[in-house]
């Protein structure tokens, strides 16, 4: 049955991380901030030659590498999550590049706002909904409360707070600023849940039986 339903996978999969990067591309474009996890390759991207995308897989690349070191052993997903940073970060240049306003409105920004969140948060549902390989920070999350036996919640968190630390340190230094931590980084961490559980209520299809197999067996 797995087999059977792959290639829905992967496109459903694809189609994830797709939305994620518009809703990531429409939230930097309010310039109100970004989601926590985008924070800090932002905030990378503000002060060194990196696009935004360029400094996502950087981001994802160092928590691959966090997730073998808990683990201590590369797995099968460690491998796969390297592998979707690399086309995400790929994605959210393109569509920086595609969409470039000079100038919005605050009603644009505010629907920017709503929009990239609504849109974001599908995408998680859909990547999630597919069970094949979380985006690495996301992974990283799974390690460390599996490892260590944490909830998942409180892990999260403290990551969330770990990146807009690193960004408003970033941002302080180097333009005085706290240009990757705002409204939108608030309105992000509030609000992405709700619209993963709404995008799962009005289209429980996108759920599918485990791939991998039990947490142990990955």
């Known amino acids: ?46 002060i060194t030659p990196l696009t935004l995308g360029n400094a996502t897989i950087l981001l994802h690349v160092l928590c691959v590498v966090l997730q073998i070191a808990v683990q201590r052993k590369v797995t099968l997903k460690s491998i796969l999550c390297l592998g979707v940073g690399v086309p995400f970060g790929y994605l959210v240049d393109f569509f920086m590049w ?27 549902a859909l990547i999630s909904g597919c069970d094949m390989m979380l985006p690495a ?5 799974n390690v460390v409360a599996r490892t260590f036996g944490k909830k998942l919640g409180n892990v ?9 630390a690193a960004a408003i340190v970033i941002n302080c230094i180097s333009v005085g600023s706290l240009a990757s931590v705002g409204i939108s980084s608030v309105a992000s961490v509030l609000l992405t849940g709700r619209f993963v559980q709404l995008s799962f209520r009005v ?10 197999g039990s947490p142990d067996g990955a």
């Not at 990531?24 to 924070?39: E, F, M, N, Q």
């Open 1 to 46: 049955m797995r087999e059977k339903k792959l290639p829905r996978r992967i496109l459903q999969y694809l189609a994830g991380l797709i939305c994620m990067a518009i809703g990531l591309v429409l939230l930097k474009r309010t310039y109100w901030g970004v989601s926590p996890i985008t924070a800090v390759p932002d905030a990378v991207a503000n």
């Open 156 to 164: 999260k968190m403290c990551a969330d707070a770990v990146y807009v």
């Open 98 to 124: 595609l969409w470039d306003p000079c100038h919005l409105s605050l009603w644009q920004k505010l629907a920017a706002l709503v929009l990239g969140i609504a849109i974001q948060g599908f995408g998680v």
């Open 203 to 212: 289209l429980p299809g996108m759920r599918m039986e485990p791939f991998f």
């Open 137 to 141: 920070p996301d992974e990283f999350n």
